[in-house]
């Protein structure tokens, strides 16, 4: 079993940055994939980014260029720095881990407006 526990979110103009933290209660280094997702309002849940254990990276097409994910193992924890966000940046983002077994965090909630 493993809790995530998602940080760092809030309400931020267009153009403005900010940095999700994921924080795993226990090792993420054996977990396969470890990443992030979200879903807006009347939306399907859409991947934002992944990163494969050895350090390969997936972002979905909403992320590239803008958003970088990154883990820091030793603390056991995933970011997800998002830059030059824009309105339809705004939703719920859940930070993910895969291994034997898939975890989600509670989500955390995003809002890009004026």
């Known amino acids: 079993q493993i809790q995530l526990v998602e940080s760092g979110g809030g309400l931020v103009q267009p153009g403005g940055s900010l940095r999700l933290s994921c924080a795993a209660s226990?090792?993420?280094?054996?977990?396969?994939?470890m990443g992030w997702y979200r879903q807006a309002p009347g939306k399907q849940r859409e991947l934002v980014a992944r990163?494969?254990?050895?350090?390969?990276?997936v972002y979905g097409d909403p992320a590239k260029g803008r958003f970088t994910i990154s883990t820091d193992n030793g603390k056991n924890i995933v970011y997800l720095q998002m830059n030059s966000l824009k309105p339809e940046d705004t939703a719920v983002y859940y930070c993910?881990?895969?291994?034997?077994?898939?975890?989600w965090g509670q989500g955390i909630q995003v809002t890009v407006s004026s």
């Open positions: 993910t881990a895969i291994g034997a077994q898939s975890y």
């Open positions: 226990r090792s993420i280094a054996s977990m396969y994939v």
């Open positions: 990163i494969v254990n050895g350090g390969d990276t």
